[in-house]
């Protein structure tokens, strides 16, 4: 389904990095290594890239891989990018400074509780989540995302996800944004950022 949806010319959600990550810059330590997942076709990685950070990205479609790397190589940067299924994603323990998960949900709540569990376990103590997506309220906007519910992530979702690390913001709200076709309009967003004990 993703190499269909990537296979278009351009880029589905353009080549500037998600505002999330523009207006939390200040997290974007430079020199940190930090795992984007399901990075698509590079926005988000390249940008950190760009910030002085060691990126490691990983993404199922190889065509996306091909855009993200094309993306890099023209803003002359280097990403360490990967083709892989997330779900055989080897979350290995303590490996990253950083995990960043932006729009990540194409998958239902027992995966993701999966996925969650990896993001937490290869950080490493005193590493920093950073995840951004969208509220169930997003499917009656439909200006992108899945349109399944169950996908969506609650402030109860998230803050029960990381309850054992330590909360620096957790916060749904409306915004416009316009990241390329995917992406585009009022939209209802949710942002988290935590820091893993030790």
Do not use: C
């Amino acid at each position: 389904m993703w190499n269909e949806r990537y296979s278009k010319a351009g880029y589905l959600f353009g080549t500037e990095p998600a505002l999330f990550l523009r207006k939390h810059k200040a997290y974007l330590t430079a020199g940190a290594k930090v795992l984007a997942v399901a990075d698509g076709e590079g926005r988000n990685s390249t940008y950190m890239a760009e910030q002085g950070l060691d990126v490691v990205a990983m993404d199922g479609s190889y065509i996306a891989i091909e855009k993200a790397r094309a993306l890099a190589m023209s803003r002359k940067v280097t990403v360490d990018f990967h083709e892989a299924d997330i779900a055989a994603w080897d979350w290995t323990e303590n490996q990253f400074d950083m995990v960043v998960a932006i729009f990540i949900q194409f998958v239902g709540p027992a995966q993701r509780n999966d996925i969650f569990a990896g993001i937490k376990r290869t950080l490493k103590p005193g590493g920093l989540v950073m995840v951004h997506g969208y509220t169930p309220e997003q499917v009656e906007l439909g200006t992108g995302g899945p349109r399944n519910v169950e996908n969506m992530y609650t402030d109860e979702t998230l803050s029960q996800a990381f309850a054992d690390f330590g909360l620096l913001e957790l916060r749904s709200y409306h915004q416009e944004i316009d990241e390329g076709e995917g992406h585009s309009g009022q939209s209802a967003l949710i942002d988290l950022i935590a820091r893993k004990p030790g």
